[in-house]
């Protein structure tokens, strides 16, 4: 089965600093889909960004990023300029046919 | 409505009691998930329908839980018996892709508490 894994329970950043929250995966499939989850204390999942793996180039939503390394099954996601919203879960998720697989989270602490 | 409605957003019941949860997706999407959320961890898929069928119920832990979406719309998670390993947050998340390949929608959750 499908596995992910985020070693980081809890993560601290200053405001408007750079901070990467990383995350591993498992499987033997070629093509799938990769996501990033941000969970604030509203309990509502909201889509951060989005990482096809037949895909090289590694996506981008504004201030979001990921570091894609297919080979490593490595999925790190780069939050720049970080802001007092950004504190909140944020969940690393696999997908390929319908049942998708979440890490057990990282929580992201934001300084002023 | 706009987004994915969850209903009761809290429930607190006794251990032995039956519970259902209500879930109401996005109009028009014809995929929807069912997670289970425990404290601290990642969201626990279990179940997954398609229109009306369930397409993969692999994720239910045991003949306790149950999901039912009779209209391809509205979906209800039920659970009998319950006991006090069954509090949690339960996500529901609706898509109108079909294969898994897009994003999901989530419901703020219903937070069941069982005493």
């Known amino acids: 089965a499908q596995t992910v894994t985020q070693s980081q329970p809890e993560m601290s950043v200053q405001e408007a600093e750079t901070v990467t929250l990383s995350c591993t995966y498992d499987t033997s499939e070629s093509d799938y889909y990769l996501f990033w989850y941000k969970q604030p204390p509203s309990r509502q999942m909201i889509l951060v960004i989005r990482q096809e793996a037949y895909k090289q180039q590694n996506a981008t939503e504004n201030r979001f990023s990921v570091n894609f390394q297919k080979a490593a099954k490595s999925f790190s996601l780069k939050i720049s300029d970080s802001q007092l919203g950004d504190a909140a879960m944020y969940f690393c998720a696999y997908t390929r046919n319908n049942d998708m697989r979440f890490g057990a989270g990282t929580r992201l602490t934001v300084k002023p | 409505g706009a987004g994915v409605s969850q209903t009761p957003s809290n429930k607190v019941t006794e251990k032995g009691k039956y519970v259902e949860l209500r879930c109401d997706p996005i109009s028009g999407h014809t995929a929807l998930y069912w997670y289970r959320q425990s404290l601290g961890q990642g969201p626990e898929f279990l179940i997954y329908f398609q229109g009306t069928g369930a397409a993969d119920d692999s994720g239910l832990p045991n003949d306790r839980f149950f999901a039912v979406r009779p209209e391809g719309s509205v979906s209800t998670l039920k659970i009998q018996r319950t006991e006090r390993g069954d509090s949690a947050v339960y996500l529901c998340?609706?898509?109108?892709?079909?294969?898994?390949?897009?994003?999901?929608?989530f419901g703020e959750g219903s937070r069941l508490t069982v005493l």
């Open positions: 998340a609706s898509s109108p892709f079909t294969g898994g390949t897009g994003e999901l929608f």
